[in-house]
């Protein structure tokens, strides 16, 4: 299994060498971002498993970063506070933060507070040969690489996944992606489903999903 992979935003250079120092000894894979829209951009793009965020930016708040994000995501952060800072931590947990520490921040607590969110957020990540789907997330990846899903495709992976390598009739699976108030449309499904597999086979995903001629789909998994 690949390291887990945190992101850390903060502008101060000093302080965002030593965290990217500590936490890869610790094991992590880190990158980091020095502002909100490189923050956000990043965690779009590289998916990471958890943020690490500071709240005083040169382009903005950190509260911008978790705002956005929480739209639509759980991805846990965890807020690093500056001393002075005057956000109470209501307000932080009330915006979506998971944790928060004050710098100056025992490394040791910053470790057992990344590994209490991770194990958490982790859970619920469902894997297949190379491929990875979190619920929480809403996101597969294929061989570490995001693959960019519209709302409809993903819920049609969650919906297959639900019973993996077993049939789902075009039937079920309609109802169960667009609800069982919407007139089945086969043509429809059959679109998405379509381009679910363009995008699972640009990221090297070839036959994930099958398709059962006159029936419905199936999705494959290998365990590994
Ligand atoms: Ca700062």
Redesign the pocket.
Known sequence: MTAPHLLVI???PD?AHLLQLDLQDAGYRVSHASGVMSGLIQIREDAPDLVLL?????DGKGHDVLTRVRQHSDLPIIILT?QGDLTSKVELLGLGADDYLSKPFNHVELLARIAVQLKRFTSDVVRFGASEVSAVQRLVKYAGKVVPLSFLEFQIVQALLDKPGQLHSKETLFAEVWGEHIRRNDNLLAVHVANLRIKLRDAGGYGVIRTVRGFGYVIQVQRD
């Not at 500071?54 to 040169?58: A, K, R, T």
Request: aromatic letters at 0%.
């Open positions: 903060e502008d101060d302080i500071d709240l005083g930016l040169p500056a």
